[in-house]
């Protein structure tokens, strides 16, 4: 009825002020200003009228569509793609591809039979699929709020939550079973360990403080832990090593990826580094750049995980990831995060294949952790003496 009378009213309008106009005496120009004003004034105020109805007829259609029922779809395909949306199956296999790092940079791999490396890589598939699920579960709300994820499986509401979480405890307790019983109990330990982390901890801790970066940080690097695990049986320091490798990558990755969002993030009430303190974002980007050349150059040759072959060949790598992440540093737009966020992406697996080709065939076993202490004590006090060797032009035999 208010839209009719609105569509009605201009047209009286217009024949109201013709009327008035034609029926002004000519010789008075006092009184043609103010009916001329008398005339502006209706037509501005039905024209806010019309306005705010509009406005509220759009306000009430978005209403409505909030307080449809979330639609569970039908057929197989879509409820398949659903689930891969749900498990955000670009990072579940990228986490895959870390176990795999680990289980082949393991000493014993190429004993390990091919059902242990399918049970590894579909165990941990799954657990990253179950936790990525529960991520989405806890933020449906606010990943609305986000042009990044308004788009996801439940902010659209293409599947109810009910729905999800039951996808979530299908795919961890299936995953975990896989790991206890295929692989060993240390691997699906930290399987279960980086399950709860993920959900419990990083997921909440991201809308309360930056340190949540962190603990993802801590999440990122148990996956290759998990791959050697599942050979060995057990955690050396060639398996820190790695996990230390993944640890330090993810800050300037992550970092680069979320500078050009921090809009959005501050628009939902997320509390990540390169919102609460930028100056912090960028110093982490650039510290742990410098943590990875330290790792591939000293590190990965004195555990025995590579050869000394490989601080060589991953130096351009490490060196172009060091110029990146001080470009960032020094000069933060968008153009310097996303040279270095690309860059990340490119780092990862060619550091992998660098590793896999300077692997160390024959490492020595470590009898205790006391003994592997005192081991890579010996290694760096040799290292420290080569290099002094070289100094003074002496060789020593």
Request: hydrophobic letters at 45%.
């Amino acid at each position: 009825m208010a839209t009719f009378l609105l569509r009605c009213f201009p047209s009286q309008i217009e024949l109201s002020n013709q009327r008035i106009l034609t029926e002004l005496p000519t010789s008075s120009n006092a009184e043609l200003k103010k009916c001329k004003s008398e005339i502006r004034k209706r037509t501005k105020f039905f024209s806010v009228a019309e306005t705010h109805e509009s406005e509220n007829l759009r306000t009430d259609q978005q209403l409505i569509a909030l307080k449809k029922p979330p639609i569970v779809v039908g057929s197989s395909c879509s409820l398949l793609h659903a689930y891969l949306q749900l498990s955000k199956c670009r990072l579940t296999a990228l986490i895959a591809c870390t176990a795999v790092s680990g289980f082949v940079m393991s000493p014993a791999f190429a004993s390990a039979p091919y059902s242990l490396f399918a049970a590894c890589v579909v165990g941990t598939a799954l657990l990253s699929a179950s936790a990525s699920t529960c991520n989405n579960v806890i933020e449906r709300q606010h990943d609305s709020q986000m042009r990044r994820t308004r788009s996801r499986v439940l902010p659209v509401g293409r599947l109810t939550p009910i729905h999800a979480l039951l996808f979530a405890a299908a795919t961890g307790t299936t995953g975990l079973g896989i790991l206890c019983l295929s692989c060993n109990h240390l691997t699906s330990a930290l399987g279960f360990i980086n399950l709860a982390l993920y959900a419990g901890f990083y997921t909440p801790m991201k809308r309360c403080h930056h340190s949540c970066t962190w603990i993802g940080a801590v999440v990122g690097a148990i996956p290759p832990l998990m791959g050697y695990a599942a050979v060995t049986g057990r955690l050396d320091f060639a398996a820190l090593v790695l996990g230390a490798l993944l640890f330090s990558w993810q800050f300037p990755h992550f970092n680069a990826l979320s500078w050009n969002l921090r809009g959005d993030y501050a628009t939902a009430g997320y509390k990540m580094m390169c919102v609460t303190d930028e100056g912090l974002c960028r110093r982490t980007t650039l510290r742990h750049s410098f943590v990875l050349l330290s790792l591939c150059s000293l590190c990965a040759p004195l555990t025995h995980l590579t050869t000394w072959t490989f601080a060589l060949t991953s130096l351009p790598l490490n060196a172009s990831m060091l110029f990146l992440a001080f470009q960032f540093y020094s000069n933060p737009d968008k153009r310097s995060a996303t040279n270095l966020f690309r860059f990340t992406l490119l780092y990862l697996p060619v550091l992998m294949a660098l590793m896999y080709v300077s692997k160390d065939v024959c490492p020595k076993e470590e009898d205790s952790f006391v003994e592997g202490i005192r081991s890579c004590r010996e290694r760096v006090e040799a290292a420290f003496l080569r290099i002094k060797s070289y100094a003074k032009d002496e060789v020593v035999v």
